[in-house]
């Protein structure tokens, strides 16, 4: 089993940044690839970047330019930096992870909300 342990959100004005911080925990050798949902209310959960343990990396076309992921692999722990924050950013932020072999996010995060006040 893996546990995925975020932190980092918070209230922030917009054009101001934040890093959220994921640890895994647990089985952490069955992990490939870690990434960051999110989930505003009223909408459905959408992928705002991953990356794999090799560092191949994702972005969301709605955050390239803006939001940046890194992982360090010694720790266990993905980050996600968010910068020049936008209104439409606030939103439940969940650290997921997926297992070597698999095709899909298996273990979730509880959520770190990231609110930005404009």
């Known amino acids: 089993q893996v546990q995925l342990v975020e932190s980092g959100g918070g209230l922030v004005q917009a054009g101001g940044s934040l890093r959220l911080t994921c640890a895994a925990q647990?089985?952490?050798?069955?992990?490939?690839?870690m990434g960051w949902y999110r989930q505003a209310p009223g909408t459905q959960r959408e992928l705002v970047a991953s990356i794999t343990k090799g560092g191949i990396e994702y972005l969301a076309d709605s955050v390239k330019g803006r939001f940046t992921i890194s992982r360090d692999n010694a720790k266990n722990t993905v980050y996600l930096h968010v910068n020049s924050l936008k209104s439409e950013d606030t939103a439940v932020y969940y650290c997921a992870a997926e297992r070597v072999g698999s095709s899909r996010f298996t273990y979730w995060g509880q959520g770190t909300q990231v609110t930005v006040s404009s």
């Open positions: 647990g089985s952490v050798l069955s992990i490939n690839v």
